[in-house]
Every structure is written in C-alpha cells, then in structure tokens.
C-alpha cells in the first residue's frame, strides 16, 4: 500500500509529502513555542520552511537529473521520515542552512560524471562547502568529497587539484572582509567551533538515545546492502553511488567530532543514505519485502516524534 503512494513521481505524491513536512513542522512549534516566542520569530519560522522546501526540491532534483534513482518520490519521503526521527532538526537554523548548502556542493559533483566543465563543478562545490563550514565549521571536512571526486573523473589535470585551495582563500578573503566591516564577532563564532568533543553524553531523554540507536541500526543496515550491491549497479552510476557512501561517512565523522554535539548533527547523513534507502526499495523486486521496510521506518519515526511532544 505505501509503495502504491511513493513509488511514483507526481504532483500528487510531493504535495502529500509537503503537506505532512507542514503538519509535522507546526506541531513541533506547538509544543516548542519558544520558537515563535523568541526574537524574529515569525521570520526564523519562515526561514525554516523554506530552507526545507528548497531542501526537498534540491534532493530531488539531484537524484532525477542524475539518474540516481528511478521515477519515485521515495528519497524525500526517507529524508522526511529521518527528519520527523530527530524532530529538533525542524528548529535548527544554523545546520539547515550548512545542510542546504552542502545539497548545493553535492550538487555540482555528482555532476562532474558528465565531465562537463569540471573546473567550475570543483569550483563551485568547493565554494558551497566552505560556506557550509561557515554555519558548521566541520562541514569543511566535505572538500574531502571533492578530492575524491576528482579522483573518479578529473585527476588528471592537476590544476583541478588546486581549485579547492583557489575556493578556500576566496572564500575565507570575502568572510573576513564581511565580519569586518559588520560584525568581528564572526570570526570568534567559527574559531570556537574548531574544538573536537567525541562523547556522547548529550542525551536528555530516553527517546533520543532510542532515534540514534534506531538510526544507526537503519544506516548501517543500507550502507552495508549499497556496498555490497554495488558492482550490480550501471557502471555509469558506480562512482556516484560511492560518492553517496562517502559523503555518509564524512557526515558521521562531522557529527562524532563536533564539539557541541546533538542528534541533530545527523541531517549531513540524511540525503546520502535517502539514496541508498531508495535504491534498496526499488530494486528489490519482492513487494512484500518492501512494504515491510516502508512499514518500519514509517511506524518508528512517527513513534518517536510524537512520543517526544
């Protein structure tokens, strides 16, 4: 029945999803009124909607134009369902926009497969990450994702192996002339970011520990299942794929080491492991099978958000 819904990519399908993002957004605010409450609070709710609407609408737009999945609206239903799983994502400015703006750098290599104009895909990518760093100053661990996509098709030229060094000092010239001119305090804010905390003690109800343990359990499940089933998949796709578990990985490392950690820290891994979840949905052909997985997450992060109001 739920595959019934999802498995297709229409009109009707994402304003389902984008009526349930809605539902599940004002009922997080309901019961976290503080939101509203605060300074600009009508403008910070407004902000969070759209950064999740032009959210959804770009992780979209990757796994179409690139072929990443077939004609389903299944990887924003899974980035849905792992957002409702860690509800605090829904209040969390700062990493929606870092978030959006790695979508953005993921983007553009993913792309590069096309082996169009890389050196403004490295570029490009390169810039959005250190901009992302600016929210989240450990996100600047994604230019790794850089490198290894120009290890997959673009090592050739050395000068491609410079332009995350060109994006960098860019990047950090046009920063530091804006803090300067409005407000110095910006730098402080990145500088005490570049701490490294790796406990994980910052749990303050039961259900949380229950979301990470649920989650780990759902990633490793379908990391494991896309790493295995890789050389299964159209060589063209191959190295998009790894780029996929790659840029999973880096999200876990960003959350084990950042240093004012929360579950929310999570969201890096959110559209990555969307992908593989949906390659494993579609190319399963027992339906049963994926009812069942459908079922699952549905069921357990629909628990979880509403166990926590």
């Given at each position: 029945m739920i595959t019934s819904v999802f498995k297709k990519s229409t009109i009707v399908n994402y304003s389902l999803i984008g009526v349930s993002l809605l539902v599940f957004f004002f009922l997080y605010l309901s019961n976290h009124l503080e939101v509203m409450n605060s300074k600009n609070g009508v403008?910070?709710?407004?902000?969070?909607?759209?950064?999740?609407?032009?959210?959804?609408f770009l992780i979209n737009f990757?796994?179409?134009?690139?072929?990443?999945?077939?004609?389903?609206s299944y990887t924003v239903f899974f980035f849905l369902l792992f957002i409702v799983l860690f509800q605090s994502v829904f209040s969390d400015l700062s990493l929606l926009f870092s978030n959006f703006f790695l979508l953005l750098a993921i983007r553009r290599l993913i792309s590069?497969?096309?082996?169009?104009?890389?050196?403004?895909?490295?570029?490009?990518?390169?810039?959005?990450?250190?901009?992302?760093?600016?929210?989240?100053?450990?996100?600047?661990?994604?230019?790794?994702?850089v490198y290894i996509s120009i290890i997959f098709h673009a090592s050739r030229d050395f000068r491609n192996w410079l332009l995350p060094f060109v994006a960098f000092f860019a990047t950090v010239v046009v920063f530091l002339f804006a803090a300067l001119f409005f407000d110095k305090s910006w730098i402080d804010h990145i500088l005490n970011q570049t701490n490294m905390n790796f406990e994980l003690n910052y749990?303050?109800?039961?259900?949380?520990?229950?979301?990470?343990?649920?989650?780990?359990?759902?990633?490793?499940?379908?990391?494991?299942?896309?790493?295995?089933?890789?050389?299964?998949?159209?060589?063209?796709?191959?190295?998009?794929?790894?780029?996929?578990?790659?840029?999973?990985?880096?999200?876990v490392v960003v959350f084990l080491i950042s240093p004012e950690k929360n579950n929310n820290m999570l969201i890096f891994t959110f559209m990555p492991l969307s992908v593989m979840c949906t390659n494993n949905i579609e190319y399963s052909q027992n339906k049963m099978y994926q009812e069942i997985v459908l079922a699952l997450l549905l069921t357990g992060s629909l628990f979880i958000f509403f166990a926590q109001l």
């Open positions: 403008l910070k709710a407004t902000t969070l909607i759209t950064l999740f609407i032009s959210s959804f990757i796994v179409k134009k690139n072929g990443l999945t077939k004609n389903s590069l497969q096309t082996l169009k104009a890389p050196k403004e895909k490295i570029f490009d990518a390169s810039v959005w990450i250190f901009i992302a760093s600016l929210f989240h100053f450990w996100c600047i661990l994604f230019v790794l994702l749990f303050t109800n039961n259900y949380q520990n229950i979301a990470l343990s649920s989650y780990v359990v759902i990633a490793l499940y379908f990391v494991v299942s896309m790493m295995l089933s890789l050389t299964n998949r159209p060589i063209i796709l191959q190295a998009s794929y790894k780029k996929m578990v790659f840029a999973f990985l880096i999200g």
